[in-house]
């Protein structure tokens, strides 16, 4: 193997090293809900898509309407 091929696989793992060592640091920043916070966020967003989509279907429903009457 010649010297260069060898300097591009250690330049490779160096990179690779330092990217892990990046992302772990990043991820131990992170706020991580607890078990009450989770519930709450979870039911919050399960709440806002039941409301979208009762949006939507109310929405639907009326343009249907709409355009049977015009049918």
């Keep these: 193997m010649s010297g260069r091929q060898a300097e591009k696989k250690t330049g490779l ?8 060592k990046g992302s772990w640091s990043e991820l131990k920043k992170v706020h991580w809900p607890n078990k009450p916070e989770l519930i709450t966020y979870t039911s919050v967003v399960i709440i806002a898509v039941l409301i979208v989509s009762a949006m939507i279907w109310v929405v639907d429903s009326a343009l249907s309407f709409v355009l049977e009457l015009l049918i």
């Design 13 to 20: 793992m160096d990179k690779l090293k330092k990217y892990v």
